[in-house]
């Protein structure tokens, strides 16, 4: 999940009041007091029982990286309200993050409220300069990574699942941080490329793609196809008209008994678009069989290339629904896969992918599962991308310690493991329970150790 | 509201199916095809009756300078599936936005249902590469300026709207893009800085900044502040103590009879908190007043510091409320204010700005105005910024025309001015009604007219 920084991180990313403290901690001759700041949340999204946490790769990035270029300090300068003294834009020069510490819980664990999740420790003007940028990239990563995880839950581990957000998402990078996070809290694939070079190639995230009800109706009819032929899988030979061949299968559809004589003319602008989509693919022929008729039109016109497709030794992918009830139409769908595998003989064919989108959720998987449906695979874009259920996490960076002065206490005993121990609530006096802990294990590890030379568990390049 | 290219809007920011397309396309030899594409939505968001479209300028921008580099085209050559042929690679270089015609209604206009805001003119594999970039940087900036607008009519013209939603928003661009059309929907300041150089700088958006409670209580009592003295205001003179003044001042207000004695001892952790603020910034000295008790300690001690700023000469900004019952709190600190001006004759300082924040949204709002408060200004950050109250607007991107074949047909009737014309619903039939229009305005603008050298509203540099 490597990939370059992300342009929009800079120190910069924060709010304009953590350069007015910083301003104000190095008058008081504050700004290196030693400071600790936990980050935490104080309840589970989606109105669920946990959270996968997320955002800590981006969050070192950028603590690695951080350093104020000359024009990023005059811009700071011009902006602070009255005037900064010359000793400001020296201190501001120097600032990096040799002298703090970063301890967090790993990426993509599963979380839960009141916990740290990540402490800063390090002088107070610069952790606080850190705050608003670790909000920023923890509070939406968590959250969509916590979302994916949810729709996979509700799927199944046996379906694909692909990410389809990017029309609607929040913003070019609220595609691309829900993209990778998604990924993160158990997605397959994205549908979208991205910045600079690709989503994919960015974090390493597979693709997918298709067309759309768009490409379907810019066609009128097989006419208009030029270029007809087709080459055999294999090289042998080729086909020279292979919107003939196409169009004989389509009568053996229309006339097979086995179909019950259901199908009749199908949709000659669908068809040709699916003829032609075919002969640029030949290898990955995934239809969109809901522009006209799913069962009139778009399911028989599928089986019509993929069997001619066949023909050629090619293994079509299959279809999308985008439309409709598709607990029934994935049902119908298949029986025809099946009819066709038994009456043509074609192994396999039964089994023919059918992937569903349309504003798909948690609920309407749900409600799939109830009904019974053959869907293979699930395109999810706006409700997964935008977090639609609950658009923010709401995470907070508190101040717990200054120069070893507790700002929030909470226990720190030591535990054993096999010993009995008292538990108590931090806020609530009469929450307790006797526990005998069986593992215990650090929740936090370090991974910035700054300069004071700690072993690391992950130093970026 | 010019500013430099977003890094992350690159002609990549697309699905991958808008280049499976092309390379169809190009097979069929129907990629110049010329083909026509409205955007619309179909629903306002937030159950409301308007939308104020935005997006545009990016859009321009996008298209302006969508050119492939070598690295990208070979990127989608090896992410097709199978393999592309050495035509196509060739065509892909040669792509550009030149035969591309695009329409559109201004940014910034009040928009509704149904009614194309954007319209795409050209061949048709390329304005189909351009549909989900298009999508993605209209539906969110659309979205988030009618909530700004939103928030706007509820809180009314006279009071300030400052923006706050950097570190809950979705991905650093998330915040970028909602900042920059949160102005546009009305708003007047972030607080928040930006990419590479600022928001603010990015977009000329004005920067208001304060402190944290984290400043408050990193501090420990007034013996920590070391630099004491303060120029007055005119630089005459020199207070070598500003700290006894604040004291001084403090007693003064604990003992002023028309205060009802009511003022004890204030929290000396937030008394040296502002103390040393208002030596850093004592022409805009802001306070977070909540940190421990508003009425029996943050407000009198914000009122100790801003009368010993006032014997420098200096005026201060105000405070800031962000949590309990502000409708309530900002009536009793309007009061002290208004007490302290007739008391220590200081004209103006019943007036001083009260700012409110702590997750408000259009019904906490409402809530205040029903309740009646002293507030002045709001800081709203989460539910504007992820546009909470709903996540995503679904505008779409339809194929109308091909050829010029119609794919959707509505009248084209032309209307003058003054005449009976008989107005008919596109999709319902039985409503129809009859109007005698005073003025007819061409909806759509020019804002891209290619190389066909149309005349141009607005063709960015």
Not at 77 to 92: D, N
Not at 116 to 121: D, G, I, N
Not at 159 to 173: I, S, T, V
Request: charged residues 20%; contains cysteine; aromatic residues 10%.
């Amino acid at each position: 999940m490597d990939g370059p920084t992300n342009p929009m991180v800079t120190p910069l990313l924060t709010d304009l009041y953590q350069f007015t403290m910083a301003y104000a901690y190095w008058k008081a001759g504050k700004h290196n007091d030693r400071a600790v700041f936990d980050l935490y949340f104080r309840k589970n999204p989606f109105g669920g029982e946990f959270t996968v946490f997320a955002g800590l790769e981006e969050c070192i990035k950028l603590i690695a990286n951080f350093k104020l270029t000359e024009e990023e300090i005059s811009f700071i300068c011009e902006t602070l309200p009255g005037s900064c003294e010359e000793g400001f834009v020296k201190y501001l020069r120097n600032i990096d993050c040799s002298d703090v510490e970063v301890y967090a819980i790993s990426e993509g664990t599963v979380v839960f409220p009141k916990v740290p999740l990540l402490r800063v420790e390090g002088p107070v003007a610069v952790v606080q300069l850190l705050e608003t940028p670790v909000l920023n990239l923890v509070n939406f990563a968590s959250l969509v990574a916590t979302n994916a995880a949810r729709h996979r839950l509700v799927a199944g581990k046996s379906k694909m699942l692909l990410e389809f957000g990017l029309r609607r998402a929040q913003g070019p990078d609220g595609a691309i941080s829900a993209s990778k996070y998604c990924y993160i809290g158990g997605f397959d694939a994205t549908r979208w490329f991205s910045n600079n070079v690709a989503a994919g190639r960015l974090f390493g995230i597979p693709l997918r793609g298709t067309h759309s009800h768009a490409f379907v109706s810019s066609f009128m009819s097989p006419d208009e196809i030029l270029e007809r032929s087709l080459h055999r899988s294999d090289g042998s030979s080729t086909c020279e008209d292979f919107v003939s061949l196409v169009q004989s299968w389509l009568s053996k559809i229309q006339w097979a008994k086995a179909l019950g004589n259901t199908v009749g003319e199908t949709n000659q602008s669908e068809l040709a678009a699916f003829t032609s989509y075919a002969l640029a693919f030949p290898n990955n022929f995934l239809a969109l069989v809901d522009t006209y008729d799913v069962m009139r039109s778009g399911v028989p016109n599928f089986c019509a290339v993929a069997l001619a497709l066949n023909d050629l030794g090619y293994k079509s992918v299959g279809i999308r629904l985008d439309s409709g009830d598709l607990a029934y139409l994935s049902g119908e769908a298949r029986k025809i896969f099946q009819i066709i595998e038994k009456e043509f003989g074609l192994p396999g064919f039964g089994k023919t992918s059918i992937t569903a989108s349309n504003d798909l959720n948690e609920e309407t998987l749900d409600a799939l599962n109830k009904q019974g449906h053959e869907v293979d695979c699930y395109g999810i874009g706006t409700y997964l991308v935008t977090c639609y259920a609950q658009a923010a996490l709401g995470c907070v960076f508190k101040l717990v310690e200054i120069n070893n002065q507790p700002r929030i206490k909470l226990s720190e005993d030591v535990s054993k493991v096999g010993e009995r121990i008292l538990c108590r609530h931090p806020f609530n006096e009469s929450k307790r329970a006797y526990v005998v802990p069986q593992r215990v294990e650090e929740l936090l590890k370090c991974y910035w150790p700054g300069k004071s030379g700690k072993s690391s568990e992950y130093i970026p390049s």
